[in-house]
């Protein structure tokens, strides 16, 4: 069945070329049709809002051969697979008669491997032409470079109890039914392209990448990239835009991504956007300032923000929803942004720093210095909490995801190990640490429905202290220590944070930090006995 589908969906598909009713108006047009449905702001740019506020995640399905997996196979997958041939008659009839919009990109910028995107809007509702401007804002112009062809047909009005997401990354097509959510354009892209990636011998990674230029305690001048691993809302995108207060003679940062890069063997990375998809929640001129500072330029487009009919904008006001998007551009972050989107490889930089942020509440170090072992472990636990940017109805509970990448078609440990291989193989070049961007001491006890009360607040790592880790490791000045219980090097100082804040006696007895940790390295080992195919010492380093 599942090729015969292939089959169809790739003829609709290009069918959609010579169609009467696909059209392809101009970046200036779709700009202009698009901003007709905004919101101004006080910035001079526009807001927009969506009927579906977040991914689809649960609704999201794979299709296609033997190295496609379908995903965690719930009822309502197993459902829209049940479906699929009588799915894809009626899309492909409507198809025949929505009024669609087409727009061409091209992701990245490089010689070898920038994907083709091209994305058909159906404008039944005309307000939809935004996703069109949106998706022009994220990826470059189209050229004419090395790179496979991407598809997505987004029908925002498709019945909303039918509402699903259907990959065929086999032959890079997505089917988006049921939302206007932008983050499932630029997701999909990014999602088939990180799958084609592998194919290559690459690794797509769920990933910020900067450089950092930081005088060692020497005085010596240093030139090291950052690859910055994170879940939605744990502050990948905050630490891939900030300057870590590097600000001594010649010192600095450039920002070459924020979201997904395409990792090579030699440790170089190729960027894929132009445009950052930002979470606005809390986004502080004092905090974030190039964040902040590109949002407020005229080409940022704001996504479910609260503006007022005078176009003020209140980025803390979550009454539309918790998940508050902006899409900003690269060169909207001034000096910072002044190189290119890609990362070079190893031995043109004095080393390569992967750090793991996780969001955890107890008592996960604020910091860890990896070995290749435990940083391929942290890269297949990908902890954190989830977000409102996938879940809303379950945003802070904890969640792992392999690579804190929920994108990743096929087997998951395949991934690990290939992490695990790139790393090792670059001993010399590459350090690994794992952030934590919650804080420590919370305690929690569970109702009878299974409900959370938090009987003690935890202590948060606030962002100017994260900043501070980060310059000290690219400046060489942390003094770090053996964990006693983690058995992983953690920081005995930081200049600029008072590390007793984050001292588990302060919060527990040494019985229930004992009883804490425990319990986490317990679900850890359950958690990657599923993976069968892992390297067994990424398995040691995990039940250490």
Known sequence: MEERCLQQVAKAVDDLQERSNVSRPSPEQIRSQAESFGTPTKFGNYN???????????????????????GKLTQRRRD?????PDTLRLVHEYMRKAPLVRVDATMGQ????????????????????????????????????????????????????????LVFPEIGVTYVLGSDYYGEAKKGFLRMAMWHAKQQGMLGLHAGAKILRARDRDGKLRHLGMVIFGLTATGKTTHACHNHGLSLDGEGVDIVQDDVVFWCRDGSALGTEKGFYIKTEGLDPNIQ??????????????????????????????????NGRGVIQRSDLGEAARGGVNLPSVDELDGLIMAFIVRRNTVVPIASKLTPEQAAAAFMLGESIESSGSDPRRAGESV???????????????????F?????????KIQCYMLNTGGVGEIVQRNLDGSKIVKQKVTRVQIPEMASIIRGVARDTIEWEEH???????????????????????????????GLIADLRLERTEYIERFQALDPRIRRAIEL
Not at 48 to 70: C, D, E, M, Q
């Open 420 to 428: 695990y291989e790139f790393v090792k193989s670059h001993p010399e």
């Open 80 to 84: 829209i697979l049940e479906n699929l």
């Open 400 to 418: 792992r995801e392999v690579g804190t990448n929920p994108f990743i078609i096929g087997d998951e440990a395949q991934e690990g190990n290939i």
């Open 484 to 514: 006693p219980q983690w058995e992983v090097q953690v920081p005995k100082s930081v200049d600029g944070v008072d590390m007793s804040r984050f001292d588990l006696s302060r919060y527990y007895s040494a019985e229930q930090a004992e």
């Open 289 to 322: 300032p190039l964040l902040h500072d590109a949002a407020t330029k005229k080409d940022a487009i704001f996504e479910n923000v609260m503006v007022d009919y005078l176009g003020n904008v209140f980025f803390d006001d979550e009454t539309l929803t918790g």
């Open 110 to 165: 490089n010689s070898s491997f920038t994907p083709h995107c091209t994305l058909y809007v159906s404008t039944y509702r005309k307000e939809n032409v935004r996703l069109s401007h949106m998706v022009g804002q994220t990826l470059f112009p189209k050229v004419d470079t090395p790179g496979p062809q991407f598809n997505i047909v987004f029908i925002p009005e498709w019945q909303e109890k039918d509402r699903q997401i």
């Open 48 to 70: 927009f809002t969506s009927t579906i506020k977040n991914r689809s995640a649960a609704l999201t399905v794979y299709i296609g051969g033997p190295n496609v997996a379908h």
